[in-house]
Nanobody, 123 residues
Framework: QVKLLESGGGSVQAGGALRLSCAAS????????MGWFRQAQGKEREGVAT???????SYADSVEGRFTISVDNAKNTLYLQMNSLKPEDTAMYYC?????????????????WGQGTQVTVSS
């Protein structure tokens, strides 16, 4: 059974940094495509960053240049390094996983989700 467990959230002042971690069990990251999402109170969930099984990354415009997604395959752990944090980054952050299709491309839907970790950035 695939399980994802996030950690590393907390409260920081604007301009500060946090590193989120997502530990996986039940599969290895090298066979899945991963992503970080967030949901602020009263708002819809939005994608933050993704990393494919081949290492290709993508970022939302709002975090480009400030956040970095990475994977440590030896530890089966996904990371999100968040620098220069802003109050608008305040949200619950979730990691998620989706499989790889027979053509070697990431499937469209994220099937596995963690429980989330709260990030609060004060001005």
């Amino acid at each position: 059974q695939v399980k994802l467990l996030e950690s590393g959230g907390g409260s920081v002042q604007a301009g500060g940094a946090l590193r989120l971690s997502c530990a996986a069990s039940g599969y290895t990251y090298s066979t899945y495509c991963m992503g970080w999402f967030r949901q602020a109170q009263g708002k819809e969930r939005e994608g933050v960053a993704t990393i494919d099984h081949d290492g290709t990354t993508s970022y939302a415009d709002s975090v480009e240049g400030r956040f970095t997604i990475s994977v440590d395959n030896a530890k089966n752990t996904l990371y999100l390094q968040m620098n220069s944090l802003k109050p608008e980054d305040t949200a619950m952050y979730y990691c998620a996983a989706r499989g790889v299709g027979s053509g070697g491309y990431c499937l469209a839907d994220f099937d596995y989700w963690g429980q989330g970790t709260q990030v609060t950035v004060s001005s």
